[in-house]
């Protein structure tokens, strides 16, 4: 291997894509329709890394629920939900390796997950990673569901926490509020990112109300931004910051619990940020597909004045241990 070969799997330069659409809600079928067509235009467009928000296959459950939701309406929602999962390996899946293949990229899509074990129904809120040769590279399944999702999912084993060799480098990632879990994206570090996926439903800000999650127009509050932009710095990798987007018409007409839906927040807002913690690209808002273009140049620099894993790591010091290797 030459020393350009270390970084972007010896690219100059690679085009990334963020597809910022809304799926179509809770319709695994035509939302998966959608992505493959996104995929051949962002390919198109000359992206080598196409990457989907969080749980984009079929929908973030931006409702809400509790013991005093309407029992006909919540049933009428779960079977829904539950309905359009995603089983990984199925036939649904495929089509999304197939379109992976037959575009030459690497995919990154966030999706809803039902467990495929017999007997077990648990849903969980996974990234699915893709190789451009149309492989299944891996799937992280959210360690911990914030506040009122862990109605939704249950909790990932954590035993998949692992950056993927891919034709365009080293590519990892984690889910929204993972980026607060220090040791979660100290374990990303660790394994040298190229290219660092960040998941979000929305661009939200949690402090002015009335609602706990209600749109941040101009950045300042949404602490994904910040954690992503730290996350570049000390990674000396690009973080792709993938941000949901949805509105009333992508609602269906008959959704019943249409009178709780928040989605004022989720008019996107994806970001490309280079390894110096500075945003590239965006944020973008609207229906649209997010480019950037990220040289190598940008890691070698980073890496020149702070390499984590190396001449600024000081191991004798500090250590981290990955839990799942050692029960292997």
């Known amino acids: 291997m030459s020393a350009a070969a270390k970084i972007m799997a010896g690219r100059e330069s690679v085009r990334v894509a963020v597809v910022q659409t809304p799926p179509v809600f809770l319709d695994l079928e035509r939302s998966i329709d959608k992505a493959c067509r996104k995929i051949a235009e962002a390919a198109a467009g000359g992206a080598s890394l196409v990457v989907f928000s969080e749980s984009w296959l079929a929908g973030y459950p931006y409702w809400d629920e509790g013991w005093n939701s309407n029992s006909h309406a919540w049933v009428a929602v779960r079977s829904r939900f539950f309905d359009n999962a995603l089983l990984i390996p199925s036939a649904q899946s495929q089509r999304l390796c197939e379109a992976a293949a037959q575009s030459g990229v690497t995919v990154v899509i966030g999706c809803n997950e039902l467990d495929a074990r017999p007997g077990v129904h648990t849903l969980y809120n996974t990234m699915l990673t893709i190789g451009d040769d149309g492989r299944i590279m891996g799937k992280h399944r959210k360690l911990r569901p914030t506040f009122v999702e862990s109605a939704f999912w249950g909790q990932g084993a954590g035993d998949d926490l692992y950056v993927h060799e891919t034709a365009v480098g080293r590519v990892g990632g984690l889910i929204c509020g993972e980026h607060v879990m220090t040791l979660a994206r100290a374990r990303m570090i660790s394994q040298g990112e190229d290219f660092h996926i960040a998941l979000y439903p929305g661009a939200f800000n949690v402090w ?3 609602k706990m999650q209600v749109e941040d127009p101009d950045g300042s509050h949404f602490i994904g931004y910040a954690s992503c932009r730290a996350h570049a ?4 990798a690009f973080v792709i910051c993938a941000v949901g987007l949805i509105d009333e018409a992508s609602i269906p ?15 996107g807002g994806s970001m490309v940020i280079a390894p110096a913690g500075v945003p590239l690209v965006g944020p ?11 040289p190598a140049r940008m890691i070698k620099l980073s890496k020149a004045i702070i390499d984590t894993n190396g001449h600024y790591g000081r191991p004798d010091v500090l250590s981290l241990r990955y839990h799942p290797e050692e029960r292997a």
């Open 208 to 210: 002015s109300g009335p």
């Open 284 to 294: 973008m808002y609207g229906d649209t597909i997010v480019y950037a273009d990220c």
């Open 233 to 236: 710095n000390e990674a000396g």
């Open 253 to 267: 007409a008959d959704f019943p619990m249409r009178d709780s839906l928040n989605i004022s927040y989720a008019r």
